[in-house]
């Protein structure tokens, strides 16, 4: 049987208010604190199976789509085994809209293409770009899907990073939101990988 990767993607609310790059964020409004406290889901467990054909698909895209990602939860935990594809609205290589995920719907994915860097942005590296712009994170807060995942496609092997949509909420003012250091990963190739 294979090993689950375990893709913890938690952060407590007491240490983001201890970060100094946080600490000049809007004050959380009554509407913001109801959202916190409607999700319950912390962690992320991305099946290996279903992180491979997402990189994959990321690998060999040029334009932006997006995928919901399904499965159960346990606990605070959202396994996730599967995904469908939404309609898309528009796609072009640095935006997306699509019509929204249907009900149990986990994560939302979409990818990230990389062209090489772009001084404009502060983008050196296909790892830069793995964080969510101000669209992304509109489309985010206005969700109440718990997770936000992007891949970087088209870089020299696959880069995921994801997010809580709490931390979407609490950093809804910033100009783009890097993905956290303990919420990401890379591998050098996906060829002969049989559980990155």
């Known amino acids: ?8 993607a938690w952060v407590s609310l007491a240490a983001l208010g201890t970060q100094p790059e946080l600490l000049s964020q809007a004050a959380l409004t009554p509407a913001d604190s109801a959202i916190l406290n ?13 992180l491979r054909r997402v990189s994959l698909l990321a690998a060999g895209l040029d334009r932006e789509v997006v995928l919901c990602l399904q499965g159960k939860v346990s606990g605070d935990t959202a396994l996730v085994d599967d995904f469908t594809m939404p309609d898309l609205v528009s796609s072009t290589p640095d935006q997306v809209q699509a019509t929204p995920c249907g009900t149990g719907t986990l994560a939302v994915w979409h990818n990230h293409p990389w062209v090489g860097p772009d001084s404009t942005f502060g983008l050196k590296t296909p790892e830069d770009l793995c964080s969510l712009s101000q669209p992304d994170l509109r489309t985010v807060v206005a969700d109440s899907v718990p997770f936000a995942v992007v891949s970087v496609g088209r870089a020299r092997g696959p880069i995921v990073c994801w997010w809580r949509r709490v931390q979407a909420v609490i950093n809804r003012h910033v100009k783009f939101l890097p993905r956290f250091p303990s919420q990401w990963l890379e591998w050098p190739s996906l060829a002969g990988t049989s559980d990155p």
């Not at 409607?38 to 099946?47: D, E, F, G, N, T």
């Open 38 to 50: 409607s999700q319950p889901l912390k962690r992320l467990v991305l099946a290996p199976a279903l």
């Open 1 to 8: 049987m294979r090993r689950t990767l375990r893709v913890l």
